[in-house]
């Protein structure tokens, strides 16, 4: 993959549609919440079920009952945004690894190795859905939300250990380059813990 290949994944293809969903998102939870004062008060009392519920509601007194259904599916795609993203990138850097420094994998082949860690992953995902912990939609976010930033601020760790160390001098990334990846690390792995601080998960 070319430099302006990368580029444009990762600022139009990751960052920006991820950004969009984040803040589309965000824009139609403060609505709702200015709209029906109730949502805030479920939310702060982490009844986050029946805030959803209420969050539907507003919209579709808002506008139509259309909206309500409206929001739920954006929801979906939300998670299924995050979901996807995450389990591709899993798959495909596990299939990667395998190829390449697990004896006799190669005969396997990378899409079929790429194949089995998908399924895997998902077969897995469904039997925490079924059998886990996660009690309704609202906790499937609870769940998505936190392995998503957490996963892209270890995986910020991990690339700029691997870059800097792992990697040729000439070929390193420059001081730009690991900068922005430095900050998207304490950003991401900032704002968990510190929203899971601050909002009582860990502490009430």
């Given at each position: 993959?070319?430099?302006?290949?990368?580029?444009?994944?990762?600022?139009?293809?990751?960052?920006?549609?991820?950004?969009?969903?984040?803040?589309?998102?965000?824009?139609?939870?403060?609505?709702?919440?200015?709209?029906?004062?109730?949502?805030?008060?479920?939310?702060?009392?982490?009844?986050?079920?029946?805030?959803?519920?209420?969050?539907?509601?507003?919209?579709?007194?808002?506008?139509?009952?259309?909206?309500?259904?409206?929001?739920?599916?954006?929801?979906?795609?939300?998670?299924?945004?995050?979901?996807?993203?995450?389990?591709?990138?899993?798959?495909?850097?596990?299939?990667?690894?395998?190829?390449?420094?697990?004896?006799?994998?190669?005969?396997?082949?990378?899409?079929?190795?790429?194949?089995?860690?998908?399924?895997?992953?998902?077969?897995?995902?469904?039997?925490?859905?079924?059998?886990?912990?996660?009690?309704?939609?609202?906790?499937?976010?609870?769940?998505?939300?936190?392995?998503?930033?957490?996963?892209?601020?270890?995986?910020?760790?991990?690339?700029?250990?691997?870059?800097?160390?792992?990697?040729?001098?000439?070929?390193?990334?420059?001081?730009?380059?690991?900068?922005?990846?430095?900050?998207?690390?304490?950003?991401?792995?900032?704002?968990?813990?510190?929203s899971l601080f601050a909002f009582g998960v860990v502490i009430d």
């Amino acid at each position: 993959m070319t430099g302006r290949a990368h580029q444009f994944d990762a600022l139009v293809l990751f960052w920006g549609i991820t950004m969009l969903v984040t803040i589309s998102f965000t824009v139609l939870a403060q609505s709702a919440a200015r709209f029906d004062p109730n949502v805030t008060t479920l939310l702060r009392e982490g009844d986050r079920n029946a805030a959803l519920d209420a969050m539907a509601t507003s919209f579709s007194a808002a506008g139509s009952p259309v909206l309500g259904t409206v929001f739920f599916c954006f929801i979906a795609l939300i998670g299924l945004n995050a979901t996807l993203g995450l389990f591709d990138s899993f798959s495909r850097g596990q299939a990667d690894m395998t190829f390449n420094f697990v004896p006799g994998a190669k005969k396997i082949g990378m899409s079929k190795l790429y194949a089995i860690f998908l399924w895997g992953l998902i077969a897995f995902g469904i039997c925490v859905l079924l059998f886990g912990p996660a009690d309704g939609p609202a906790a499937i976010l609870d769940v998505l939300a936190f392995l998503s930033a957490f996963a892209m601020g270890a995986y910020c760790v991990v690339l700029l250990l691997v870059n800097n160390i792992t990697l040729p001098k000439p070929i390193r990334p420059g001081i730009f380059s690991n900068a922005v990846i430095a900050f998207a690390a304490v950003f991401y792995l900032g704002a968990l813990f510190y929203s899971l601080f601050a909002f009582g998960v860990v502490i009430d």
